[in-house]
């Protein structure tokens, strides 16, 4: 079975750093894009980062700007979010999910979703 | 950045019954090679999002034909043709035309 699962979070202190881990098992992971993205406490959905197959193109949301980083762990099959500089607002579940592939489409939507993450920031 | 606007923000609807959902987005999401990049996504209580349709009207694998999208440009539509009390959650609708990838507010579809 081909799924994602996010690790990492926790209850972190304002101006702190995490390291959320997206691990995928049943698939490569570095043959997909893999998005981040973020569910404030009763709120919808935000995305926030993207990289490409390969790890070689990243974009950010610009709410999360020069303080994130994706990136890719070709040996634990896994997609890294770092975040810095944290802020209360940053208080979330964080998903990952995966761009799925074939051969009939320009583009297949994320078809598979972790569980998620939750990333709460407090003093 | 695109904004996307997705009406109603919430439907009762009694099983068995159809519902729609809108979607319009600011700006058009057709794609030079044809493509509507228009993605609908279904939250339901306390799991993730599962995709239900992308590019507009193409049906995710395991998506019961139930689910249709359709649509291009700047308005789509999401339509259950009768609902189950498994339908129940948030809908989203995405563009992934451009980034910053933009989700519609939601659409909460509760059951009557």
């Known amino acids: 079975e081909e799924q994602l699962v996010e690790s990492g979070g926790g209850l972190l202190q304002p101006g702190g750093s995490v390291r959320l881990s997206c691990t995928a098992s049943g698939f490569t992971s570095n043959n997909h894009f893999i998005h981040w993205v973020r569910q404030a406490p009763g709120k919808g959905l935000e995305w926030v980062a993207r990289?490409?197959?390969?790890?070689?193109?990243?974009v950010y949301a610009d709410s999360v700007k020069g303080r994130i980083t994706i990136s890719r762990d070709g040996a634990k099959n896994a997609v890294i979010l770092q975040i810095n500089s944290l802020r209360a607002d940053d208080t979330a579940m964080y998903f990952c999910?995966?761009?799925?592939?074939?051969?009939?489409?320009?583009?297949?939507?994320?078809?598979?979703w972790g569980r998620g993450t939750t990333v709460t920031v407090s003093s | 950045d695109i904004v996307m606007t997705q009406s109603p923000l919430s439907l009762s609807v009694t099983p068995g019954e159809p519902a729609s959902i809108s979607c319009r987005s600011s700006q058009s999401l057709l794609h030079g090679n044809g493509n509507n990049y228009l993605d609908w996504y279904l939250q339901k209580p306390g799991q993730s999002p599962q995709l239900l349709i992308f590019l507009a009207s193409n049906r995710a694998s395991g998506v019961p034909d139930r689910f249709s999208g359709s649509g291009s440009g700047t308005d789509f539509t999401l339509k259950i043709s009768r609902v189950e009390a498994d339908d129940v959650g948030v809908y989203y609708c995405?563009?992934?035309?451009?980034?910053?990838?933009?989700f519609g507010g939601g659409t909460r579809v509760e059951i009557k």
């Open positions: 990289i490409n197959p390969g790890g070689t193109h990243t």
């Open positions: 995405m563009q992934g035309l451009q980034t910053p990838l933009i």
């Open positions: 999910a995966r761009v799925g592939t074939g051969t009939q489409h320009f583009y297949y939507g994320m078809d598979v």
